[in-house]
């Protein structure tokens, strides 16, 4: 008997112990083109090295300052999960990073993915890495690399969690929030494209108690079933954002409305001087917020700390420059609205007008 023999004929495996490492060679090979699809300037490897390389040169920039962002997709997963559905969640994972990184005026370069399962499935593996790839392209940063770790006994079932990380840069001085943002200052909206990553755990408890089941048509879109619906991804603002910022619109801050809704979000990116009047009039709500309202009886102000409500991300822009800022997000694919304006603080952070129409 050869020595490889008996290396591999007496004992336990790893395999035995529930890790298969054929799989997770197999699910590379599977993503590869996938992760080709997302080069830009700056990336060009291939994955399966032990660090993914960036070149910041060559993608242009120089004097910049690096911008990092993690995040998970929360308990959406779960929909997924339950349902089978693994196509678009991993677009919610980079629309989760990426967002936070246009955020402070900076370009998303490159992604990198974690992902962790008690038992790997390559085809459920290739379809979220292939939604991983979508939002890649649709933010234009490239995906240079990633783990998927194999763990028997921490993930029961079919269950499994991904998490995120981001990087951009800007050249230095560009930052967001920029300190000319004054009282007077617009405020513009950019629609979400419904409930996004936020306030699942409510939803899918609003789910439960309302007798509603996955499979069902949603009571809010017609055609869909509810799982269907809710599984609809994070909208990714990066490039329309980008170009403005770029082309001289006078952007001066922007807010990603994510968990804490308008309340908790906004203030994040103003100065303590400095107040949001929000016209909730002029807000249109996708109907998936009104369900949610009624079906779960939540109050119109929980609605606004828990869910994004229509609203993806808030930009604050100089007066002067609000219609410009409208007129070139609307030409992007974007709705775009002015919903109120920055002024002195003398209370609340954040004020409202008029109400919600759920």
Not at 27 to 50: H, M, N
Not at 315 to 343: K, N, P, S, Y
């Amino acid at each position: 008997m050869s020595d490889a023999q008996n290396l591999t004929s007496n004992g336990l495996s790893y395999k035995h112990a529930g890790v298969d490492i054929d799989a997770g060679n197999a699910l590379v090979e599977a993503i590869k083109p996938a992760v080709r699809s997302t080069r830009r300037p700056g990336a060009d490897g291939e994955i399966g090295g032990f660090g993914g390389l960036f070149d910041l040169k060559a993608a242009g920039f120089t004097d910049p300052v690096l911008v990092a962002a993690n995040d998970g997709v929360g308990t959406k997963l779960k929909i997924a999960i339950d349902t089978g559905r693994h196509d678009t969640i991993g677009q919610d994972l980079v629309a989760m990073c990426v967002n936070d990184i246009i955020v402070q005026g900076a370009e998303p370069l490159f992604f990198l993915d974690y992902f962790a399962t008690g038992q790997l499935d390559v085809q459920q593996g290739t379809a979220i890495v292939n939604g991983i790839a979508e939002g890649c392209r649709i933010a234009g940063c490239a995906l240079i690399g990633g783990e998927t770790a194999e763990m028997p006994g921490m993930y029961h079932g079919k269950d499994y969690d991904l998490a995120g990380f981001a990087v951009g840069a800007a050249e230095r001085g560009t930052l967001l929030p920029r300190p000319d943002i004054a009282a007077g200052d617009v405020l513009v909206a950019l629609a979400s494209s419904g409930v996004h990553s936020n306030g699942y755990s409510l939803v899918r408890k609003i789910v439960e108690v309302s007798g509603s089941e996955w499979s069902m048509e949603a009571p809010f879109a017609p055609g869909q079933t509810l799982a269907e619906a809710l599984l609809t991804p994070t909208r990714i603002y990066v490039k329309p954002l980008l170009a403005a910022i770029r082309g001289g619109i006078g952007i001066k801050a922007l807010a990603h409305i994510t968990g804490g809704g308008f309340i908790d979000n906004i203030p994040r990116v103003l100065p303590d001087t400095l107040a949001a009047h929000v016209d909730l009039d002029a807000i249109t709500p996708p109907p998936v917020f009104g369900w949610l309202s009624r079906s779960g009886g939540i109050a119109p102000l929980e609605m606004l700390r828990t869910f994004n409500c229509g609203v993806g991300m808030l930009a604050a822009v100089a007066a002067d420059d609000a219609e410009r800022l409208v007129a070139h997000l609307t030409a992007a694919g974007e709705t775009a609205t002015i919903v109120g304006r920055l002024t002195e603080r003398s209370g609340d952070a954040v004020t409202f007008q008029g109400s919600l129409k759920l």
